[in-house]
T-cell receptor, first 112, second 115 residues
């Protein structure tokens, strides 16, 4: 069964460092998302991406964040200069438009 | 703006007992509704979804949920809980129109199963 895959599963970084989280969405999907879950809190929407551009972003998704789909299969989230409060589980999701999102297993980011 | 409320932060049930997890939503029309389950250290797995039609929907692992428009609720149920059901459960809403294409999640209910 097709699935969304994310790498790395866990990344530890120093504050101020750049981080790139990678996702391979399901191949025929058209809409791509990043969500974040800070430990003990609810899952929050960060950004949605369609037709090679951001379609919607939350207030969390500031200038430190960027997304791109560089090669038609990968979908990446970049955090330019990480802060302690960026420590969270980051989930990638995709859908072909039915409304049902398929989530990856997440990338845990720890900022020290 | 839409919102999802899960009033129970923690629930403990005995194995074999029935389970109901509550979910209420706020949205100006009938939304798409989902229940996801998250085991420790794992991703989000879709249990079931409601788009339209029959208000009682069946999902995986023996779960079902009932959409009640009058109560703006979408409660999750299971007649007999197994120890492996211990996990965190999230209710989520997707607007049909006007709310973009993003899911809004509730804060989750942590389920503990006593043997």
């Amino acid at each position: 069964e097709p699935e969304v895959t994310q790498t790395p599963s866990h990344q530890v970084t120093q504050m101020g460092q750049e981080v790139i989280l990678r996702c391979v969405p399901i191949s025929n999907h058209l809409y791509f998302y990043w969500y974040r879950q800070i430990l003990g809190q609810k899952v929050e929407f960060l950004v949605s991406f369609y037709n090679n551009e951001i379609s919607e972003k939350s207030e969390i998704f500031d200038d430190q964040f960027s997304v791109e789909r560089p090669d038609g299969s990968n979908f990446t989230l970049k955090i330019r200069s990480t802060k302690l409060e960026d420590s969270a589980m980051y989930f990638c999701a995709s859908t072909w438009g039915t409304g049902e999102l398929f989530f990856g297993e997440g990338s845990r980011l720890t900022v020290l | 703006a839409q919102s999802v409320t899960q009033p129970d932060i923690h629930i403990t049930v005995s194995e074999g007992a029935s389970l109901e997890l509550r979910c209420n939503y706020s949205y100006g029309a009938t939304p798409y509704l989902f229940w996801y389950v998250q085991s420790p250290g794992q991703g989000l797995q879709l249990l079931l979804k409601y788009f339209s039609g029959d208000t009682l929907v069946q999902g995986i692992k023996g779960f079902e949920a009932e959409f009640k428009r009058s109560q703006s609720s979408f409660n999750l149920r299971k007649p007999s809980v197994h120890w492996s059901d211990a996990a965190e459960y999230f209710c989520a809403l997707l607007p049909i129109t006007g709310g973009g294409n993003k899911l809004t999640f509730g804060t989750g209910t942590q389920l503990k199963v006593e043997l």
